[in-house]
């Protein structure tokens, strides 16, 4: 590759790797994409990250093969890293502890040493993808970057290591690391095992005659949840400062999973009524009564968080940051494309 700026980011083949290469292309980037797996990946995602400035080369690396990742890291020496390479999925983090911490803390640290060891650190600014759940319960209390943390399961957990080793990394050795505490950002390249993109294919595919009805948990947690187009444009930003720092990414507004749902049948043109307690609340068809949503139990969780806000006024002050997209114009939006994608 020529001598553009350079980026690396992990975990490329996912939804916020797609908004963030083709941000990065459109800046005339370098983009050295990585991800397990490239071989069987749908390039579809991607299919936006083309540009006639930028260039884009992906590589088959796991995070976790140190030494793959050292060769790469060795010859790329890149401007920028956006280490986006997680295991994501709360409920998995149960089920796989130890695969969790793997991937999301010790690979994350060993990335961060390595930039060290390799002698880069005057040169690669590293952004670490955080989230919202190291702070735990909240209460509905608005988090900021100084609120307590508080990891209520694997993943929580395995972010906050990756949090405490890079923070203590950047004072040891002067590395330019930001975190990015990100609150729950969608689109329409979500994967399905996270609520939004699940509701969303399931308002589609019932306005395309689907009879079974969608089967949820807990539908009144409340969740801060913003467009991944707008929080990539948050990492970059905060890897052009002067000063490295850590920075909340939110909308400052957060709603229901049943909110979520009613609007987004609304938009494939279905309007529910609630009936029912409990276990036995279902949601029906206002004018069919067909009975659309309905609850199940495996889906609740241990250690729920009932509800996450953040406050990203620091973000907004110190990077000119905002969030562009409002929570009805993103759930539209998904629904429309999943509505496309079924017709
Ligand atoms: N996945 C899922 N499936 N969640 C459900 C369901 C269901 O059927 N029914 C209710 N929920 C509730 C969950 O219990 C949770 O409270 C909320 O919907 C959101 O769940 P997810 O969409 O799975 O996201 P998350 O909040 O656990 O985590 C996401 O956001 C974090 C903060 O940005 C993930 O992207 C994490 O990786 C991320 O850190």
Redesign the pocket.
């Known amino acids: 590759m020529t001598d553009k700026r350079s980026a690396l980011v992990t975990g490329v083949t996912g939804q916020d790797g797609a908004y963030l290469v083709e941000l990065l292309l459109g800046k005339g980037y370098a983009v050295h994409g990585i991800a397990r797996d490239v071989a069987a990946f749908d390039h579809g995602r991607l299919g936006n990250a083309r540009s006639d400035a930028g260039e884009f080369r992906l590589y088959n690396c796991d995070i976790t093969d140190e030494a793959g990742l050292r060769e790469l890291v060795a010859a790329i020496r890149p401007d920028e890293v956006y280490n986006l390479a997680?295991q994501?999925?709360?409920?998995t983090s149960l089920a796989e502890p130890h695969r969790t911490i793997e991937i999301n803390a010790t690979a994350a640290v060993s990335l961060l040493k390595m930039i060290v060891d390799l002698g880069l650190q005057g040169r690669t600014r590293f952004f670490q993808a955080s989230?919202?759940?190291v702070f735990g319960e909240a209460s509905g209390s608005v988090l900021t970057e100084t609120s307590p943390m508080r990891p209520r399961n694997p993943?929580?957990e395995s972010?906050y290591q990756a949090y405490l080793a890079s923070t203590r990394l950047r004072t040891e050795t002067g590395l330019f690391v930001t975190n990015g505490f990100?609150?729950?950002?969608?689109s329409p390249f979500r994967s399905p095992?996270?609520?939004?993109?699940?509701i969303s294919l399931a308002a589609a595919s019932h306005a395309r005659g689907e009879r079974a009805p969608l089967?949820?948990?807990?539908?009144d947690?409340r969740?801060d949840w913003g467009h991944a187009r707008d929080y990539v444009a948050g990492m970059w930003l905060s890897l052009q400062r002067r000063e490295p720092g850590d920075y909340i990414f939110s909308t400052g507004e957060n709603h229901s999973?049943r909110e979520f749902v009613e609007l987004a049948f609304a938009t494939a043109g279905r309007k529910i009524r609630w009936q029912g307690e409990g276990l036995h609340e279902a949601g029906y068809d206002a004018d069919t009564a067909e009975r659309l949503v309905e609850i199940?139990p495996s889906?609740?969780?241990p250690n729920?968080?009932?509800a996450?806000l953040g406050d990203a006024s620091k973000a907004r002050h110190e990077l000119q940051w905002r969030p562009r997209t409002d929570f009805a114009e993103l759930v539209r939006e998904m629904v429309v494309s999943d509505l496309d994608r079924t017709r």
């Open positions: 997680a994501s999925h709360v409920p989230s919202s759940e993943y929580a972010k990100l609150f729950n950002h969608e095992a996270f609520v939004t993109r699940k089967r949820l948990g807990n539908l947690v969740r999973v199940d889906f609740f969780r729920e968080i009932s996450t």
